[in-house]
């Protein structure tokens, strides 16, 4: 299957978002500080979304382009 593999080894993940291109939350996966996560993506359907990946210490977006 689909996945993406987030690291963060300065600062911990408190959550990561999931969201497509009109802005509504498709996936939410709370987390207590880890610093490595693997997230399935078998669920979303083709198209680009936006990962929004919260740590400790801010917010990080990245753009995910799923092609089936």
């Known amino acids: 299957g ?3 593999h987030v690291l963060s080894p ?3 993940i408190q959550a990561i978002k999931i969201v497509d291109i009109c802005g509504r939350l ?3 996966y709370p987390l207590n500080l ?3 996560v693997t997230i399935g993506l078998d669920e979303l359907g ?3 979304y936006f ?3 919260h740590t400790e210490t801010g917010d990080v977006n990245q753009k995910l382009m799923i092609n089936r």
């Open 51 to 53: 990962m929004i990946v």
């Open 2 to 4: 689909s996945e993406v």
């Open 34 to 36: 880890e610093n490595s």
């Open 10 to 12: 300065a600062a911990g």
């Open 26 to 28: 498709v996936i939410s």
């Open 46 to 48: 083709e198209g680009l």
